[in-house]
């Protein structure tokens, strides 16, 4: 058994070098993408501190359509996830494409864990992409979907009251209507019939 992990192990360096002699990486952004992928602490950690210093550039998108964050949300990679916010990335940022966040990427993936941190530091779980998709209705982890819904159905329900207008106060009780007072007609009223009314008639 230990002699075929080994054969394996040594199968997927090759197959690693060779991708590398094919398609190259380009620049730092590709080989961040590449090291969050794989869960490289030490690497994702050195590029991000050499390449990505402050919010600004950790909210760009890694030469694709993603920002960091979102692509260590559809990693599941929680380590790196808690150092980009600590940073200063934007826990909503979107995708210019789909508009997606990247508690979208996490729904899609079933990257449970990343959900739970991403909500845990004030993701919005009533946020929809172009398709008008929420990160539960994208998510393909039933796990997932249980977690989130709930709390998408709560967010839902307090928007509403927080929007609503505040209604007038109903005049007391016996009150006349406004703009009217007891014992005068309202200017509407007395010159409905185009007439002057002489003020002293209702004296």
């Not at 729904?107 to 779980?125: E, H």
């Not at 009217?180 to 008639?201: F, L, T």
Request: hydrophobic letters at 40%; aromatic letters at 6%.
């Amino acid at each position: 058994m230990a002699f075929l992990n080994s054969v394996f192990q040594r199968a997927d360096t090759f197959i690693q070098r060779i991708g590398e002699v094919v398609a190259p990486v380009e620049g730092p952004a590709q080989e961040l993408q590449i090291a969050i992928k794989k869960h490289d602490w030490p690497t994702t950690q050195r590029l991000l501190q050499e390449n990505f210093y402050g919010s600004d550039a950790l909210n760009q998108p890694l030469g694709s359509d993603a920002t960091p964050l979102h692509v260590a949300a559809e990693a599941d990679f929680v380590p790196c996830i808690d150092f980009l916010l600590n940073e200063g990335a934007d826990v909503d940022a979107r995708t210019r494409a789909t508009h997606e966040t990247p508690l979208h990427k996490a729904g899609k993936a079933g990257a449970v864990q990343a959900a739970k941190v991403l909500v845990s530091r004030g993701a919005s779980v009533v946020a929809r992409d172009n398709s008008r998709r929420t990160a539960y209705e994208v998510s393909t982890n039933l796990a997932l979907r249980q977690f989130l819904l709930p709390l998408q159905m709560r967010a839902e329900a307090e928007v509403p009251a927080q929007q609503a207008p505040v209604a007038a106060p109903p005049p007391p009780l016996g009150a006349p209507p406004t703009g009217m007072a007891y014992g005068a007609p309202s200017q509407s009223a007395a010159s409905a019939s185009g007439r002057y009314v002489d003020p002293g008639y209702f004296a």
